[in-house]
Structure formats: structure tokens, C-alpha cells
């Protein structure tokens, strides 16, 4: 018998029939001899439509309130499928964030997993029942609902089977599992068995929408055995997914690249003739970060005459905010020529722990690049990937010609 999280995501959730779907998938496992812990998003669509009413009513809502809202979708979800267990003649419980309870800071929107109390989970899986957790919410020291971000309820699921020291977390999508890149734009993308912790980190961060990145971190760092399955299959399939796992334990020979991201939610900012010195690159991006900016790709080209450019990329969704921010630094800190911006870029990156035993890989992405006549505008490297920064009407054809020159649709020899 093994201790089991399941976490299902809201198309998964998207009507009474999949749901009751999702209660049959559950009890297979459990007439297997398992404890589940399952784990809910919102039903699909759900989220958006509370935060589209929040903001009807005030077009800039604090975040506490829009926390109260949103996380209402998946209470919803917790308790229609602990009923449909139930009729399944099931012991089932729900629970929220608030009552298992999942501790997290105050960041409203975007909270952090402090500690998770398991004690009430535990003994409830102690007497039979199936624990139907909150996703996607807790709840900070003052008692204030908070919620994790978009797609929170993989790392809410990640992190109860930390705390439960669970034998496994699966986590069901409508894939059947991580692909070479998205089938969508490329047909031929393969499913891998398996993928080291590293590359499906790096994957997640650079666009792949498989896995949450907050719930890839938890489980390396707690080294959760994670595996991507779906919830379309047969409930009995014996489909068994991609096995997210530790280089280590993959006895077989690392492909160099073992998939390709995208994202084409980026947006590009460039402050020109920024004077050449010490503390520049604080001023221009310490008020970025005091908004809660994330940024991403960072370049500052060779200082001529005293003066050099300075550029970095951000979420499309916080382009306005950012370029309104280094307009005001130019004018009032920063004695720069101007600001500059770009929204209609996206970000093509190479994902392989294989790069770091084969020379020669990036001089191979840029020439498959090169050969459709695709422009490079910024390039970031780390030891397992390089991303490159490009117009976004050329983003499809990157991804196709990489997936190509790289053979990603072969399987790799042991």
C-alpha cells in the first residue's frame, strides 16, 4: 500500500461528468489498497470568471479581496468531488487551505508555502477516508485567505506530498504527459518516459505550461517522485506517464536536448545611453523589483563613450506597469537619452542536462536559426539551456526548425 497525491487540474474538473470521472479514477486507486490525498483545481473557466466579476465592480481590486474570490473555485471543487466519491460509496472529506491548514506569507495573489500542518490529513487517512484538499490557497499568520498564483494547485499538491512524505505525486492534465515541445506546433514532439528534475525546472520556467515552476522546485528540493499523467485515459489505463526523476537514477545515455520552450508572453525594454557606472544597473532595476516585477532576460551592451544600452525582458502583462516605472527613473534618477519597449516578442529556449557534456550545441540552435532566416534579438544561457529572445511572428518556425535539427523526434539510443 502506498501513500498517494493526486492532483487534478480544472479541465479535468470542467464538468459534473469529469468529475465523476475523476471520483471513479480515485477509487480505482483506492480498491488498489491506496491512501489518496487528491487535490482539485477549480473548474475550468471558474478563476477567470470570479476575477472578470472582481473587476467589474473595482477595475483595481486589492488583493486580499480578489484572494477571498478566487480561491471560492476551488472550495467548490473539493466538495462536489468528495460528494461524488461519497456516492461512490467512499469515505471521502474535504478540506480548505485554511483548515488542513497551508501557512503561507502575505503576498496576496502570489503567496508562498510556509509549513503545512498534516496532523488532521493524517488522521483522517488513518481512518479510511480519501482527503480531498484545497488547491491553489491558504492562509497567512493573520488569519487573511491567500492564494498561490495561477496554476498554485500543482504546488499545493507537490507540497502536501512533502509534508506526507507521500511515495508519489501524480499529477493529472489533459496531456498524457511531457512532450519534446507542445504537439499543438509540432505534431511530431514525442513523449518522454522520463525527465530529469533540472530540465523539467528549466522547461517550466521558459514557457512549458505542463508543470507550475513553484511545484517543479518543491519537488526537487524535497525529492518528491512526480510523474505527469492524464486524466482522459481510461481510468484503469496502465499508462504510466512521464517520470519526473534525478539524473542519476536514469541509467540511460542523457540526450543533449531533451526539449524545446516557448513563450511569446514577453515584452522587451531598453533604456538607451545610460551613463557607464557603478550602481546603474540597481537604479534602473530596483524599482522593477520593488513593484514585484519579475525579469527575465538581461543585457547591457559595451560601454562607448561613457554611455551603454541596457536591456531586459518581463512579463507582457506587466509591460505598461515596467515602462512607466523606467520613464519616470529616466526623467527624475537616470540621465539617459530615453526608454524604449517591444510586446510583440516571445522567448524559443534549448533544454538539455546533455549540454553540459557536448560542445558545440548552441553554435547548432543559432545556425538552424540562421538557415530560416530568423533574427536573434537577445540571447541567456545557463549550463543546461540557451534561450533566445525574437519577434514573435517568427516564434512557430523557431521552435519547428530547433525540434528538427536536433532530432527530438527520434528516441534516444541506450
Partial sequence: MALIVQKYGGTSMGSPERIREVAKRVAHYHALGHQLVVVPSAMAGETNRLLALAKELNPEPHGRELDVIAS????????????????????????T????????????????IVAIDDSLIRRDLAEGFICVVAGFQGVDEDGNITTLGRGGSDTTGVALAAALQADECQIFTDVDGVYTTDPRVVPEARKLEQITFEE?????????????????????????KLRVLSSFTPHDS?????????EEENA?????????????????LTITGVPDRP?????????IAEANIDVDVIIQNTSHEGLTDFSFTVHRNEYNKALDILNQQVRDQIQARGVTGDNKIAKVSIVGIGMRS???VAAKMFAALAKENVNIQMISTSEI???????????????????????LDKAPVA
Fill in 97 to 112: 487551505g485554511w483548515q488542513v491548514k497551508i501557512q503561507t506569507d502575505s503576498a496576496y495573489t502570489k503567496a508562498r
Fill in 358 to 360: 557536448h560542445a558545440g
Fill in 200 to 224: 523539467m525546472f528549466e522547461l517550466a520556467s521558459l514557457g512549458s505550461k505542463v508543470l507550475q515552476i513553484r511545484s517543479v522546485e518543491f519537488a526537487g528540493k524535497y525529492k518528491v
Fill in 252 to 268: 540511460m545515455e542523457q540526450p543533449v536536448i531533451a526539449g524545446i520552450a516557448f513563450n511569446r508572453d514577453e515584452a522587451k
Fill in 72 to 95: 471560492t473555485g476551488e472550495q467548490v471543487s473539493v466538495g462536489l468531488l468528495a460528494l461524488a466519491l461519497q456516492n461512490l460509496g467512499l469515505k471521502a472529506r474535504s478540506y
Fill in 385 to 407: 539551456k540557451t534561450s533566445v529572445v525574437l519577434d514573435e511572428k517568427y516564434m512557430e518556425l523557431a521552435v519547428r526548425a530547433l525540434h528538427d535539427a536536433f532530432e
Fill in 238 to 246: 496502465n499508462d504510466t506517464g512521464t517520470l519526473i526523476t534525478y
Fill in 279 to 287: 550602481g546603474i544597473a540597481y537604479a534602473i532595476l530596483g524599482p
